[in-house]
């Protein structure tokens, strides 16, 4: 089994660009974590796109849904920015039929040293293994069904309706 | 649904003494990495001993068994060392009908910076929430049914059998 | 000897709020950086304010003067963010006769892990041990008059003029 | 000026073997860490040995001794182990005439995260910068004239007689 990653970008690949003190993307960190974790299953990795979520349109989701629909993967992995995630969710559910599809990102950079993103990736890697074909949020350290799951901005955290 | 830790040390929990230069084992990590990866999945951790799993002995093996036996939770995650992790893995599997119970650990400490203990961390509260009662190897990202795996000392991963 | 620590901000101390991405301050983190460096340097640590080096009006300049002049100690060092570091030292070189004060700074946040401010932090107070009384800049593992040195704000590095 | 970075092993250069759980030497980190550290100090990088200053010989010390006076530079920085630095200081102060040389070490590799290397590597840099020619140990943020410290074994610190 080859599991799929598409990147997209959000806090999850974001760097500090010390030049002017901004956060920016360059490539995503995702092949550096995935070597960090030691892990042994067989990937694919596609950058679709490196932006912040909020930046997301409806044209950006139906990309993502065409990218997942047209892998011969049957497990896929999207990294994506946690603002827009469940929205992003909900066009991949009704565009993508028939494959096990696990989005998830970070609440802090991976490059900052505190972050929960290679957490979150041993999670969503795992989920993408082991859920039925669905399309699923895996955020701190639990799987959401696309359709019951919310961001609660005040505690930075994910929860189910 | 609660998720139980059963630790028993391991790499994954070595620290460096830096009075004498040697390794040792103090408190676990793992509270402070489930903080770390912002997991919200409800947990209970209990450690059972802080040894190397070489030193690990049939009675150790026992004693890990007993505890999850006698755990009120279903879904149990052991941190325990690599190097005899499939050996307790079988007692586990003769001796704790009806649960999943998840081993995982690390190839080097958490608190060296370059650890793959956080994403471990991460699939194994996965893999024990998704997979059916059995014993399971969480490791490389991957899971392996206790009776279908061993650790290829010289790459220093797991690998089917 | 006593080494005084005057705290003014700068990309040295920032965080990242995980609730909206931005960067912020909170604490400084110096106190924690000397522990983690096993400094055994006699210090006292104030913080003055906690603000950007582009915010810094000739208001703050003179408040972190008179703190200087204030002081009990002939060892100072300031830490202040990168882009106005040699305006403040200017201000501190006509209003702090006979101290040595050393200003530094990092080009990333401490807290970002990559930085450069655990190794500058050993720089200045190193210079502030050493240097005859003056006002001098520590970045780059270098040592600047004040005088005599300039930010170059394309290669992100300091430079004698 | 040009400072003469002689590398000799010790806790600084230390890593973690994930195969046999050991520590052991490999290539030194000191470029990285200047790199890291955003040093613009033109600086010679030379690695004489790669030992536990606990196996340091008399002949090893002599041999650092030899390469600090047929270095072309008159600053040098010699990275030690910590258990026996003090000892080579001496070996030094009577074989080196006429230059600065500062030595420096770590409690805690590099590697493991939680390291003084870095801080320290600031201030020996420095201390090499600005002190007159004589022989000296950069540690704890403080130096100390080769015939007045001592490590304190029980606190981890180095302290003046």
Known sequence: MIVRFFVT???FDKEY???NGELLFKETHLPEMLILGRSRVPVEVTTLMMIDSLQMTEEHRELVARACRGATEDQI???HGTDTMVETARTLAHG???KTVVLTGAMVPWKFGSSDGLFNLGSALAFAQTLPPGVYLSMNGRWFSW???RKNKAKGEFETL
Do not use: F, I, M, S
């Open 17 to 19: 660009n010390e030049l």
């Open 9 to 11: 970008g959000g806090t």
């Open 96 to 98: 993508v039929p028939g």
């Open 77 to 79: 992995v999207v990294t």
């Open 147 to 149: 359709d019951n799951v």
